[in-house]
């Protein structure tokens, strides 16, 4: 049985070996190594595009159908990438805390992550062309919580793209280079080398980077981010008003309503989003014997927030001009919803951290690494500003600066004290 298994591994990057298996296994085999590779971690080491192209000369020469093998291999590799995708999504931020092994390196799943903060929602597309970054970057783009529907429009096309590029550029060459079966080897072996070429190019680069860093980089401690917590930084929040209007509903005051939250089993699961605003109102309601609607506890959660930020948009517009600017927050899907609808500040900043969306929270390091690499800068190159001293210190213990909100006017005198300008 291990002796199949290794004969296996070993014909997939053997041009010999890979032209039997496609003899033998035909579309069905060539099916599902694509779903695999695309759509579950064990498959970042299998061969798609030198499969793909070998299929297509193959095809060329009768072996196997062109119309049995184009369209069930791009649904087989779009169909791959939605289970990538909802691993991520389900996972969140879990992804990058889970340890190495045989067939999961988290350095994968990082290449993939920064394949895809650099490219976006065209990394969708992109990324079906470099091996490796094709396996994780599914997952990553469900973790970073992408629309769906967006993901599913650029998956869709890059799939059939990728698939078609491959077997269509393979049956081409079998169709106009003659006797090209007899020559197929090299054909696999320069397939091979192009589709590892980036990743190779990206490892020598990377230690050159290392050995030599680039002049153009800002001197450290320079600061280039700003990140901002929400609640009583950005937002006013009154817990007792919302309180006030749950328990006008529920037998239990304000006060006792507020503690049996904070220590409610589930308040980490609602805040790191493993838990829908459905669900959450559920398992309230079922705890606490309340006869609310869902659209009743929806309006009265968001009665904590103050409608009136605290800083206008023209300060913190004044700031994005010269740093990038991110939130950082722990909150929760209704809240979130809330504010993206109802805080037009909220647009000034590219990056959002909500702890609901990532699945971690502060004081855990993983959150504010977030925030980092969303604004794309050191830890020394960046402020935090939060209410909780807590949270603050966690993040100086990262290495960036932190600053304990009490007002805005104190604010902007620290801000200035770290010669930032604020006007």
């Known amino acids: 049985m291990l002796d199949a298994i290794f004969h296996f591994f070993r014909a997939l990057y053997h041009p010999e070996g890979l032209k039997e298996l496609i003899r033998s296994g035909g579309a069905p085999l060539i099916c599902a190594i694509v779903f695999v590779e695309t759509g579950f971690f064990v498959g970042f080491f299998l061969p798609g595009d030198s499969l793909l192209v070998t299929a297509g000369i193959f095809s060329a020469a009768g072996v196997i159908p062109l119309k049995w093998l184009l369209l069930p291999v791009m649904a087989c590799a779009i169909v791959g990438d939605q289970i990538g995708y909802w691993i991520g999504r389900s996972a969140g931020a879990a992804l990058y805390r889970r340890e190495d092994s045989f067939f999961f390196r988290r350095q994968h799943l990082q290449k993939a992550h920064d394949f895809y903060e650099k490219y976006g929602g065209r990394a969708v597309i ?78 020598l680069r990377s230690r050159q980077e290392f050995r030599f860093p680039k002049r153009s980089e800002p001197a450290s401690g320079k600061i280039r981010a700003i990140i901002f917590d929400i609640g009583r930084v950005l937002i006013r929040v009154d817990i007792s008003r919302a309180m006030k209007g749950l328990t006008s509903r529920i037998s239990l005051s304000p006060e006792e309503l507020w503690k049996s939250l904070e220590n409610d089993p589930r308040w980490k699961d609602w805040q790191e989003g493993r838990m829908s605003p459905r669900e959450w109102f559920v398992h309230l309601v079922q705890r606490l014997e309340g006869s609310l609607t869902g659209e009743q506890f929806t309006e009265c959660w968001n009665l904590a927030l103050d409608p009136e930020p605290i800083f206008d948009d023209a300060f913190l517009k004044g700031l994005s001009e010269n740093y990038r600017l991110a939130l950082l927050s722990n909150t929760d899907r209704i809240h979130v919803a809330h504010i993206e609808a109802n805080y037009s500040f909220v647009k000034i900043f590219h990056t959002r951290i909500y702890s609901c969306s990532v699945g971690t929270s502060k004081p855990e390091p ?30 100086r213990k990262l290495g960036l600066k932190g600053i304990v909100f009490q007002s805005p006017e104190q604010l902007k005198t620290d801000l200035q004290s770290l010669g930032i300008l604020t006007e």
């Not at 079906?128 to 998956?155: E, N, Q, S």
């Not at 006797?179 to 490892?203: D, K, M, T």
């Not at 925030?371 to 909780?388: K, M, P, S, T």
Request: aromatic letters at 12%; proline letters at 7%.
């Open 126 to 203: 992109l990324a079906r062309f470099i091996p490796i970054i094709r396996t994780f970057c599914p997952p990553v783009a469900g973790a970073a919580k992408m629309p769906y529907p967006r993901y599913l429009i650029f998956d869709v096309f890059g799939g059939i793209f990728w698939v078609a590029a491959m077997i269509l550029g393979g049956y081409s060459l079998g169709k106009t280079v003659p006797n090209i079966g007899q020559r197929i080897h090299y054909v696999i072996s320069v397939v091979i080398v192009l589709s590892v070429l980036p990743a190779v190019v990206s490892i």
């Open 366 to 395: 993983l959150i504010y690494q977030l925030a980092l690499r969303g604004c794309r800068v050191n830890a020394e190159e960046a402020v935090y500003i939060d209410d909780i001293p807590a949270y603050v210190e966690a993040a």
